[in-house]
């Protein structure tokens, strides 16, 4: 059975920078893509950023509000997958969550994740 667990979500002052993993277990996912979304309460989920796999040779795709802030990288040995997060903003408050998905396009898109963990909050205080 796939199960993603994040951790190291918390409140972090603006202008910050925080660190989330997320450890896959059940099978190997070398070959897949790995990544983040995120959720306010109230509003869809979005697409922060996500790697492909076989180390990431693939390549990595960011949201245009996170580019150049936030960096997204994966560790196949320990089968984890990372969001480092800097210059924060207020505006990324949200509930973090972990996927894994096949690489590409869709993978920005919710019906092109196969996989999801059960998040981890994020507070950016002003």
């Known amino acids: 059975q796939v199960q993603l667990v994040e951790s190291g979500g918390g409140v972090v002052q603006a202008g910050g920078s925080l660190s989330l993993s997320c450890v896959a277990s059940?099978?190997?996912?070398?070959?897949?893509?790995m990544g983040w979304f995120r959720q306010v309460q109230g509003k869809p989920r979005e697409f922060v950023g996500a790697?492909?796999?076989?180390?990431?040779?693939?390549?990595?795709h960011y949201a245009e509000s996170v580019k150049g802030r936030f960096r997204v990288s994966r560790d196949d040995v320990d089968n984890t997958v990372y969001l480092q997060m800097n210059s924060i903003k207020p505006e990324d408050t949200a509930v973090y969550y972990c996927?894994?998905?096949?690489?590409?396009?869709?993978?920005?898109?919710?019906?092109?994740?196969?996989?999801w963990g059960k998040g981890t909050r994020v507070t950016v205080s002003a």
């Open positions: 996927i894994v998905g096949p690489w590409g396009p869709s993978i920005a898109t919710i019906n092109g994740v196969d996989h």
């Open positions: 059940g099978r190997t996912f070398k070959t897949e893509a």
């Open positions: 790697i492909s796999g076989n180390g990431g040779a693939g390549g990595t």
